[in-house]
């Protein structure tokens, strides 16, 4: 049978074509070298080759190859390069143009760059790698977060007719988990069974008391006024001169704390102090005893007359058997074991002769204050 393939004549190849091929063939091993180096450390499974079409090597195709030789000189590389075989180094100059030479192309190296996605709360995290050709794959996964979950918060109470509900959000993403609340059960008879936790007043906070059922239920009643602060006196703690003011302070004795007022700079003057002095009765509680206070308005100078004893609290019981109130300064207490239903009527008439004495103070301190000036 005749053979119908046509073998092209092989041009003689020149010095400067062997130069050429030789250098093509070192860097085509060069670029081989750095595509295994730079792929050492990409998993295997997440590199994708591009599928190469079949080489034809039937008569036709040789035959083609052959006429591309006669018509432009050089014979044309194939399209596709499987991954495992070496590119040309380059094609023969043609009969035309002994000088020309065409250069294979070269396989592409991936190059990538990284972008992590951080997980959420109901989405894993991973890394991203892209090649700048297009080529991309996601590795390094990680789990999701899961939900940070805030307080329950009772947005509808139930009841012995309806359901209610009840929601949290999550710190997070704000996501909201809703969830209902069954039906109350029916109501039984109750008889409530309080428990008294008495609260006492301090100088700034009034003070009451909590009642507390067994089953829950609780208020608050019998509230007393603040007993306010009990002052010791002034202590002096930075003597005023003529150019710089001073300091005095005092010192609750019930809660300690301190008040501190400025001095005004001495004045001089060569005439002698008259004192001026202004009363102000100061009545007494039921712990505290009363007097008369004298401060002179151009020094400060203060001094006391006329002391009043404490009047006594003024107890009256209490309806529920076990505490007693003092109906002057409103101060609660349990009453003591074998005094329950009497009254503290003494300490009243120790307020009526206190009192009296108290508004003869006031007269007293007006002829206190002459003598003093």
């Not at 794959?137 to 979950?149: C, E, I």
């Not at 010791?232 to 930075?238: D, H, I, K, Q, S």
């Not at 508004?359 to 002459?370: D, F, I, R, W, Y």
């Amino acid at each position: 049978m005749k053979n119908n393939q046509v073998t092209a004549k092989k041009p003689s190849i020149s010095g400067r074509a062997l130069v050429c091929a030789l250098v093509l063939c070192l860097l085509a091993a060069m670029c081989s070298g750095c595509r295994a180096a730079d792929l050492s450390d990409v998993p295997a499974s997440s590199i994708s080759m591009p599928t190469m079409a079949p080489e034809e090597t039937g008569p036709s195709s040789t035959a083609a190859q052959t006429e591309d030789s006669n018509s432009t000189g050089a014979t044309t590389a194939p399209s596709h390069a499987s991954a495992t075989e070496q590119p040309e180094s380059g094609t023969q100059p043609s009969k035309e143009n002994p000088s020309e030479a065409t250069i294979a192309p070269t396989e592409h190296v991936h190059t990538y760059t990284s972008q992590v996605t951080p997980p959420t709360c109901t989405a894993g995290g991973f890394t991203t790698y892209t090649c700048s050709c297009g080529y991309s794959y996601n590795s390094n996964p990680t789990a999701a977060l899961g939900h940070t979950w805030g307080e329950w918060v009772i947005d509808k109470a139930p009841t012995t007719t309806e359901t209610g509900s009840r929601s949290r959000k999550c710190t997070v993403c704000g996501e909201t988990e809703t969830e209902e609340l069954d039906i109350l059960p029916p109501p039984t008879e109750h008889s409530h069974n309080y428990l008294a936790e008495v609260h006492q007043p301090t100088c700034t906070e009034a003070g009451y008391t909590i009642y507390t059922c067994e089953c829950g239920d609780t208020y608050r009643a019998d509230e007393v006024a603040a007993t306010g602060h009990t002052w010791g006196e002034w202590v002096v703690t930075l003597e005023p001169t003529e150019t710089e003011a001073g300091s005095k302070a005092r010192t609750c004795s019930v809660c300690k704390e301190t008040e501190t007022v400025s001095i005004d700079p001495v004045v001089p003057d060569t005439t002698p102090h008259v004192h001026q002095y202004s009363s102000e009765v100061v009545l007494p509680t039921c712990t505290e005893a009363g007097f008369t206070k004298h401060v002179c308005s151009g020094c400060g100078d203060e001094y006391h007359t006329d002391e009043v004893a404490a009047l006594g609290h003024q107890w009256k019981n209490d309806s529920n058997g076990t505490t007693h109130t003092c109906t002057v300064c409103q101060k609660v207490e349990t009453i003591p074991s074998g005094s329950a239903g009497n009254e503290n009527t003494a300490s009243g008439s120790q307020g009526t002769s206190s009192g009296a004495s108290g508004s003869s103070s006031v007269s007293n301190s007006q002829s206190g204050a002459a003598s003093q000036s």
